[in-house]
């Protein structure tokens, strides 16, 4: 896998290089902001974009901007967001595009699930960070939500994740069968389309979300 | 003397004096310097002769006053015109006084020449039978300057353009009035018919119409005069018009001077003393009249003078007849010269002086000075409503704009310690910038109350000004006290607004430095670990190295975690998308069912960080103590304030005390210039409302 990164931390942005190399991962190129991350994705199209939320000039949502961009003019680059905290508004609508992924930061000391979601991302799948999807699913109290049983809203948190089927029984130690008849509830609880890819489910799944946080 | 006037295109111009002097420019400037010095030493020798000459005729047949007379008009004259032509050379009223002095002591000379050379000792002067006809013919001299000043009085010059013809005629008609006469047919006047007449005559038939003309025009042209000064104090205002009012009041003796004079012949059968006395008074107050009102020197006392010298006229008359009265009344009840009668007369007045007084003072002002009397008078009022409380001490700008007729008035309030005057609102007023408005100061003895900025016309009647703003000392003296409280008040919730602001902003910077740096760096420790976790690996010894390395992962992670919640308190990130965000952020985190309702309107970041904070204690407490299972947040916009209510299905019955926390959020809410109610009856549910000024 190709990389860029844009980190305007020298010993944050070492790390990644290192975590990414240490995986057996190309870091074709490390930036410390906006501007130098478009003009590297231009150059080198990568497989993936780490971009930073917060970058110079004004430490606000530089790298969002940047990631946004990065959709349009190059839409086969996976993007994976890192900020230090969680923000819904900004990020939740790339999520639903595929391809983009979303972590606070810390999440990379998890390597193994952070290295797996970003090449989920580099193949045009999505990754939320789990406390985001936490943040999304328990924001809804009322609605369509709150039929949902514990399970089944541990099923949805995962699927928004972005995860599969086999990969969320992996997850929560149980069958996979068990997992497709909870999808199937959820689904139907929320009124949502049933769709063969994981992809097109979190689509879905935050596209209701997304409708419930803004009403 | 009156030839000067004729080459000057408006009859009275202020070079015409010096024009026959003149050659040169700078000539003409030393001559004008030199020239009242000349014309003052003329008029002293003219008038030691004439006085001589007097002294030496023992058939002299004037009053015996009129021997001082003279000499007491011409000096009087004389001085005033010096010091006018010295100093105001250029306004021609000082020429004409000294012209005035020496003309008058010229024609005394003349007559003093004539009486001595012909009846004093016959045949002992030189043409004596000259100065007896020039004598006789003199009289327009005598009054010639003093109608030229009433022309051009108080600026040197005509009121307008269209007294020019009058001026002509003036000079004309008094011209021949003189010439004519010097050619008169007839003899000689009593007592000079002793000699012959000593020039060539006109006969009866040519002398006769044109006497009679001109002599018509020469008292029409005297009426002119008054009338000039007349239309003066007409269409005068300000200064000029205090200057025409003062000379016109000093004038005013001369028909005081008749009635007394009349009177005294009435009583007396003669009327030398009275009438000479006043006399002398008003021909002594005229110039000085002139001098005072052309040097400008403290005009505005003349309308005080007026009227203090009224007031205490008519208490004098007023105070006799009382005294009259009692001692009269009881002199008969009690017997003649009893000394209980004069006591009780003396006490009567003593007692009647201080009431009386200020009853003729206020009788005197509404008959004389109605625009005083009728201010002080809204002052009073003003002053009663301050006190029975039916008017308020701010108002008091507005009674004196309404007291003095002017709705432009302002009342200004110092700050003592301070460079500025603030308006009644205490708000900071800068006086630079008033433009053609006057300022008047406010003072209370010693102290320094503000200023009153109003029209310039107000300027030229400072005494009805200043006593209708002195007059509403007191009240200017609290107003100003109210407003220094209610600027301090305003300096100091300002100040506390942007302690807490910088407060909100430090909050901001501190939870930047938390996510940016401490954190950032952690995450940095924690790859670095895992790094060599992978190094580790990669050689393949010491699990129990790689296990340890994992926990030490685990540790940051956790130090990460709580340094994310301890930015959190701080101020929410989320904060900077917004209060609707940053609320269901809130609700998120919240342990009850939580419904947001928020505007996506953005506020300044203080008001919105203040709302937040508010809701989170708020939400904080419904948790702790309400025992509540349902919140609602909304926040929306009512006019110009932000409105924030947090309501609860609790138990209720919250105490201030259970709230502490959201007394803290009160004081800084409060500090924006908002506030926080908390409704908690028992059973009821609590409901946390605070309102935020956020403009409009």
């Known amino acids: ?215 | 003397m009156l030839d000067r006037f004729r080459g000057s295109p408006t009859g009275f111009s202020a070079s015409a004096v010096v024009l026959t002097l003149r050659e040169e420019d700078d000539r003409r400037v030393s001559l004008r310097r030199v020239a009242p010095w000349l014309l003052v030493v003329a008029t002293v020798m003219l008038g030691v002769v004439a006085t001589t000459l007097d002294l030496l005729t023992a058939a002299s047949t004037e009053a015996a006053w009129m021997t001082f007379a003279g000499p007491v008009v011409v000096s009087m004259s004389t001085a005033v015109g010096f010091v006018l032509a010295t100093r105001r050379g250029e306004n021609p009223i000082g020429w004409l006084l000294l012209a005035n002095g020496l003309s008058l002591a010229f024609v005394a000379v003349v007559a003093n020449y004539a009486l001595y050379g012909l009846v004093e000792e016959p045949g002992s002067l030189p043409a004596a039978s000259f100065a007896a006809l020039f004598d006789s013919a003199s009289f327009p001299l005598l009054f010639a300057p003093l109608v030229a000043i009433a022309f051009v009085f108080p600026d040197g010059r005509l009121p307008s353009p269209r007294w020019r013809p009058m001026a002509r005629i003036a000079v004309a008609s008094l011209t021949v009035v003189l010439v004519v006469q010097l050619v008169q047919p007839g003899e000689l006047e009593e007592p000079f018919d002793v000699a012959d007449f000593p020039l060539a005559q006109l006969p009866a038939a040519v002398f006769f119409p044109i006497f009679t003309v001109a002599s018509l025009l020469m008292v029409a042209s005297l009426f002119a005069g008054a009338l000039a000064l007349r239309a003066r104090l007409r269409q005068a205002t300000g200064i000029e018009r205090q200057q025409v009012k003062l000379v016109v009041l000093s004038g005013a003796l001369i028909p005081f001077a008749i009635v007394a004079g009349w009177a005294e012949s009435l009583i007396t059968g003669n009327a030398d003393t009275a009438a000479g006395l006043t006399l002398m008074l008003a021909v002594t107050a005229i110039p000085l009249a002139i001098g005072v009102a052309v040097m400008r020197y403290r005009l505005y006392e003349v309308d005080r003078l007026v009227n203090r010298t009224l007031v205490y006229a008519t208490l004098t008359v007023l105070l006799a007849a009382t005294y009259a009265a009692v001692s009269l009344l009881l002199g008969v009840a009690l017997g003649g010269g009893s000394t209980v009668a004069t006591a009780a007369a003396t006490l009567a007045v003593a007692l009647a002086f201080g009431t009386l007084r200020a009853r003729v003072q206020r009788l005197v002002d509404r008959r004389f000075n109605r625009a005083r009397y009728e201010g002080l008078r809204r002052v009073d009022s003003h002053l009663a409503d301050l006190r029975a409380g039916r008017a308020m001490p701010e108002e008091t700008g507005a009674v004196l704009a309404e007291a003095l007729d002017d709705p432009s008035l302002e009342l200004l309030y110092w700050l003592p310690g301070s460079d500025h005057h603030v308006d009644a609102h205490g708000r900071v007023v800068s006086l630079s910038s008033n433009g053609v408005r006057d300022l008047t100061p406010v003072m209370r003895g010693e102290l320094r109350l503000g200023a009153v900025l109003h029209d310039p016309l107000l300027s030229t009647r400072p005494d009805v000004t200043e006593s209708v703003i002195n007059a509403a000392g007191l009240a200017i003296e609290i107003g100003r006290l109210r407003a220094e409280v209610r600027h301090r008040l305003a300096e100091v919730e300002e100040s506390r607004a942007r302690i807490v602001t910088a407060g909100y902003e430090e909050r901001r910077r501190l939870e930047r430095d938390l996510h940016d740096g401490a954190q950032q760096r952690l995450v940095s420790i924690g790859l670095a670990i895992r790094h060599v976790q992978s190094r580790l690996g990669a050689a393949d010894n010491g699990n129990d190295v790689v296990a340890t390395l994992d926990a030490t992962v685990d540790e940051v992670f956790k130090a990460i975690e709580e340094l994310r919640e301890l930015a959190r308190g701080v101020r929410p990130a989320c904060l900077d998308d917004g209060l609707g965000p940053a609320l269901r952020e809130l609700a998120t985190r919240s342990p009850l069912r939580t419904e947001v309702a928020a505007t996506s309107e953005r506020f300044a970041e203080q008001i919105e960080a203040a709302a937040y904070f508010v809701a989170s204690e708020a939400l904080t407490n419904s948790v702790k103590h309400a025992r509540a299972s349902r919140v609602l947040v909304s926040a929306e916009r009512a006019d110009d304030r932000l409105v924030l209510r947090v309501v609860d299905d609790g138990v209720g019955g919250a105490v201030a005390s259970e709230r502490s926390g959201l007394a803290g959020i009160s004081d800084r809410v409060a500090a924006l210039g908002g506030s926080v109610s908390v409704l908690s009856a028992p059973g009821e549910g609590t409901k946390v409302t605070a309102e935020l000024p956020c403009g409009l």
């Open chain 1, 1 to 215: 896998m190709r990389v860029v990164i844009a980190e305007d931390q020298a010993l944050l942005r070492e790390g990644l290089r290192r975590l990414f190399e240490d995986a057996g991962h190309e870091v074709v190129m490390a930036v410390d902001d906006a501007d130098r991350l478009r003009a590297a994705v231009s150059e080198h199209e990568p497989d993936l974009a780490v971009v930073d939320v917060r970058m110079p000039p004004t430490h606000t949502d530089e790298g969002i901007r940047a990631a946004r961009w990065i959709r349009d003019a190059h839409p086969d680059v996976g993007v994976f967001v890192l900020s230090q905290h969680i923000e819904t508004t900004g990020a939740v609508g790339l999520v639903s595009q595929g391809g983009f992924g979303y972590f606070l930061k810390d999440r990379v000391l998890d390597v193994g699930e952070f290295l797996e979601a970003a090449q989920r991302v580099a193949r045009g799948g999505s990754a939320l960070d789990p406390r985001v999807v936490a943040s999304l699913v328990g924001g809804q109290a009322a609605g369509g939500l709150s039929e949902l049983s514990e399970r089944e809203r541990e099923v949805l948190s995962l699927m928004a994740e972005g995860l599969t089927n086999h990969a969320i029984a992996e997850r929560l130690v149980l069958t996979e069968r068990t997992i497709e008849s909870h999808v199937r509830s959820v689904l139907m609880k929320l009124s949502l389309p049933e769709g063969a890819g994981a992809h097109r489910r979190v689509l879905a799944v935050l596209a209701y979300l997304r409708a419930a946080d803004a009403r």
